[in-house]
């Protein structure tokens, strides 16, 4: 089946270096994809979002990179600071009907 | 959590009673939706809806009914019917209906049958 997954369900990253979170999906035909952060028992905070015509954009302290040709994206925490420390989760929306596929998530531990 | 709500934020309730879980938003969006999260899980879609009186099933809709009579209200019941209901609930609304739009969630609702 088509899905939205990570490639790795935890990261420990020393505080002050910069993080990379990565993501995998396989449905061609979704045309957009939206990082969420999630602490503990609270719900998805947004991030960052992408669009299929392009190739990377930016936030505070985050970037987000999409190629299209490996259908892989990334998520980018310059700096990474203790409140960094959640769930990282990777989200398409699916063109046909417009629902949000979500995949399992990574976990990033911030080491101080 | 950008102008939804939800409540309570824990619930707890016997096996084989019937409970539900509210979700308002003030933010005029046309679109809500309602997600199951096991532990160590991403989110699975349970119903959505797009327009007032008007909703769909998700990937897991078994076990579990919705209303919409109001834009910014979008209740959830769980079901006797629904199998293993005890996880966290999340309500999220979308501004534009029928578009690729961004997606903001409410706390959580997290329910435990006992």
């Known amino acids: 089946g088509e899905s939205v997954g990570l490639h790795l369900p935890t990261l420990s990253v020393q505080e002050g270096d910069n993080s990379i979170i990565n993501c995998a999906y396989s449905?061609?035909?979704?045309?957009?994809f939206i990082w969420y952060k999630q602490e503990s028992g609270k719900g998805p905070q947004f991030i960052i979002d992408?669009?299929?015509?392009?190739d990377k954009r930016q936030g505070q302290r985050v970037t987000v990179l999409l190629n299209k040709t490996v259908k892989h994206l990334s998520l980018q925490i310059a700096a990474t600071q203790p409140g960094d420390s959640a769930v990282y989760f990777c989200?398409?929306?699916?063109?046909?009907?417009?629902?949000?596929?979500f995949g399992a998530g990574t976990t990033v531990t911030v080491r101080a | 959590d950008g102008g939804i709500t939800q409540s309570p934020k824990y619930l707890f309730r016997k096996e084989g009673q019937n409970v539900t879980l509210s979700c308002e938003q003030n933010l005029n969006h046309d679109a809500m939706y309602w997600y199951r999260q096991d532990p160590g899980q991403g989110l699975r879609l349970i119903y959505y809806?797009?327009?007032?009186?008007?909703?769909q099933k998700g990937d897991i809709a078994e076990g579990y009914s919705v209303s919409r009579e109001k834009k910014e209200s979008f209740p959830l019941t769980v079901t006797s019917a629904q199998k293993n209901p005890t996880a966290f609930y999340l309500c999220?609304?979308?501004?534009?209906?029928?578009?690729?739009?961004?997606?903001?969630f409410g706390p959580g609702t997290r329910l435990t049958v006992l």
């Open positions: 809806s797009q327009i007032v009186n008007d909703f």
């Open positions: 989200a398409e929306i699916r063109s046909n009907d417009y629902k949000l596929s």
């Open positions: 992408i669009r299929s015509n392009m």
């Open positions: 449905n061609s035909a979704s045309d957009y």
């Open positions: 999220a609304s979308s501004g534009l209906a029928g578009a690729t739009d961004t997606q903001y």
